[in-house]
């Protein structure tokens, strides 16, 4: 059974802030690109550093509004906003 891991968000300035956790690097980008501001057009970029390790899994994030699903629960609103991620790359820091 794999175990749930913890990223941390970085910001431009290497600035650590935000602990984000998922099974994979996509889920806890999922969480963030979903908070996120960014378009299709537009995405905006996302650093998550594994917690433990050197590496910075970076992705281009975005959300947009879709239709609901059809079996939704009466409280969901017609609505929603989907988060999208695509993964960019892997950084290796020198030292954390």
């Known amino acids: 059974m794999v175990e749930t891991r913890n990223f941390v968000l970085r910001d431009k300035n290497g600035n650590e802030h935000g602990v984000f956790t998922g099974k994979q690097p996509r889920q806890a980008a999922l969480k963030v690109a979903n908070r996120g501001k960014g ?13 433990g390790t050197k590496k910075i899994h970076v992705f281009k994030g975005w959300r947009e509004n879709v239709d609901a699903p059809k079996n939704k629960p009466d409280w969901m609103p017609d609505k929603i906003s ?12 020198d030292k954390i």
């Open 39 to 51: 378009t299709k057009t537009k995405p905006e970029t996302i650093k998550l550093r594994e917690r």
């Open 82 to 93: 989907k988060p999208f991620v695509k993964k960019v790359g892997i950084e290796k820091l």
